[in-house]
């Protein structure tokens, strides 16, 4: 939908047209510049805006299509600028992306946007409170909106910072979700990276074009400044990254010792148990032998014929005392006992 329009005459706000038919006829009257503000548009509201101002079919395709990467094109006398903003909600901890049409021209400046951010009711409103900066056209407005864009980036810069500070934490507590919120976390700051990244591509091709197309000095000074800023936005955003894959491998480390301390206390506890086991075994062993003696003797035959024996009694003694000493000897030589 149409939210804001107006036409600008020698850097001041004229009257508000009501629709895009009148802006289009007070532009034509008073021969200033117009600066038509869009909000997820329908189709038919691009296409009039596009047979006014004579748009590149190509460039209207990817403004109703949406899912532009950051780029910067010229057609002709146009320019057709894409940018993607973002902001950090507190709530849910995320990096919310948005897309960002700019047209200008000669004499018009027309945004799309499909989310919430930018701000761009701030951008014209510092805008109209500097008209010597509006004199200079089109281009201040989009150098404008590039910086607010930019300004934008800080607050998520600082979120996604806080973030990682927080995974540094749980990191050392034993977290078992510090994974996944690394993972997450690392997919927002790719995404920040998209953003930003073809952002610098894009301010370099505006100040490629200082020269060709005669821009003000006031303006290549913001430009460069904006440009400033956007460098340290984007490394910050590598730092983020290159902190993250850090995290990451730490956390595989720590999980791998956790592993190596779990299995060294059960083995440990398996050779604890075999030392049991053995002294279970060697006693029963020992006392296996004359067991076995006494059951011989026990079954009372009679035909056996140690049964009737003066000596068989002590005999069966001294045979049961001899095997279970000389078990005994065997088994702590070898350390069972």
């Given at each position: 939908?149409l939210?804001?329009?107006a036409?600008?005459?020698?850097g001041?706000?004229?009257?508000?047209?009501?629709?895009?038919?009148?802006?289009?006829?007070?532009l034509?009257?008073?021969?200033?510049?117009?600066?038509i503000?869009?909000?997820?548009?329908?189709?038919?509201?691009?296409?009039?805006?596009?047979?006014?101002?004579?748009?590149?079919?190509?460039?209207?395709?990817?403004?109703?299509?949406?899912?532009q990467r950051?780029?910067?094109?010229?057609?002709?006398?146009?320019?057709?600028?894409?940018?993607?903003?973002?902001r950090?909600?507190?709530?849910?901890?995320?990096?919310?992306?948005?897309e960002?049409?700019?047209?200008?021209?000669?004499?018009?400046v027309?945004t799309?946007?499909?989310?919430?951010t930018?701000d761009l009711g701030?951008?014209?409103?510092?805008?109209?409170?500097?008209?010597?900066?509006l004199?200079?056209?089109?281009?201040?407005?989009?150098?404008?909106?590039v910086d607010q864009?930019?300004?934008?980036?800080a607050?998520v810069?600082?979120?996604?910072e806080?973030d990682?500070?927080?995974?540094?934490d749980?990191?050392?507590?034993?977290?078992?979700?510090?994974s996944?919120?690394?993972?997450e976390?690392?997919?927002?700051?790719?995404?920040?990276?998209?953003?930003?990244?073809?952002?610098l591509?894009?301010?370099?091709?505006?100040?490629?074009?200082?020269?060709k197309?005669?821009v003000?000095?006031?303006?290549r000074?913001?430009?460069?400044d904006?440009?400033d800023?956007?460098?340290?936005?984007?490394?910050?955003?590598?730092?983020?990254?290159s902190?993250?894959?850090?995290?990451?491998t730490?956390?595989?480390t720590?999980?791998?010792?956790?592993?190596?301390?779990?299995?060294?206390?059960l083995?440990?506890?398996s050779?604890a148990?075999?030392?049991?086991?053995?002294?279970i075994?060697?006693w029963?062993?020992?006392l296996?032998?004359?067991?076995?003696?006494?059951?011989?003797y026990?079954?009372?035959?009679?035909?056996?014929?140690?049964?009737?024996?003066y000596?068989?009694?002590?005999?069966?003694?001294?045979?049961?005392?001899?095997?279970?000493?000389?078990?005994?000897?065997i088994?702590?030589?070898?350390?069972w006992?």
């Open positions: 939908m939210v804001n329009n036409v600008y005459v020698d001041l706000r004229g009257p508000d047209p009501d629709s895009l038919d009148a802006t289009y006829e007070l034509r009257e008073t021969g200033g510049m117009a600066w503000g869009l909000y997820r548009p329908d189709p038919e509201e691009i296409r009039s805006v596009a047979r006014e101002f004579g748009l590149h079919e190509l460039a209207v395709e990817d403004a109703i299509a949406a899912h950051p780029k910067l094109e010229r057609y002709g006398t146009t320019l057709f600028t894409v940018l993607r903003p973002a950090y909600i507190d709530s849910t901890e995320q990096v919310e992306f948005g960002l049409h700019v047209f200008t021209g000669a004499d018009f027309v799309i946007r499909q989310a919430e930018p701030q951008v014209r409103a510092r805008l109209e409170h500097a008209p010597e900066l004199r200079l056209g089109p281009e201040a407005v989009l150098y404008a909106i864009v930019v300004d934008e980036y607050p810069v600082a979120g996604l806080n990682i500070d927080e995974i540094e749980q990191l050392f507590k034993g977290d078992p979700q510090v996944r919120r690394i993972y976390l690392s997919r927002e700051v790719i995404g920040f990276q998209r953003a930003t990244h073809p952002l591509e894009v301010l370099s091709s505006l100040e490629d074009g200082f020269d197309y005669d003000e000095l006031e303006l000074r913001r430009l460069r904006v440009n800023h956007a460098i340290r936005i984007v490394d910050r955003a590598d730092a983020f990254r902190l993250l894959q850090n995290a990451l730490v956390q595989t720590l999980i791998g010792q956790q592993q190596n301390e779990e299995m060294r206390t083995t440990e506890a050779l148990q075999n030392e049991e086991v053995k002294k075994s060697a029963a062993a020992i296996f032998a004359p067991t076995l003696v006494g059951t011989v026990g079954m009372n035959f009679d035909r056996m014929p140690e049964l009737h024996w000596y068989g009694y002590p005999a069966a003694l001294t045979l049961m005392l001899a095997t279970s000493t000389m078990l005994y000897g088994f702590k030589r070898r350390r006992l």
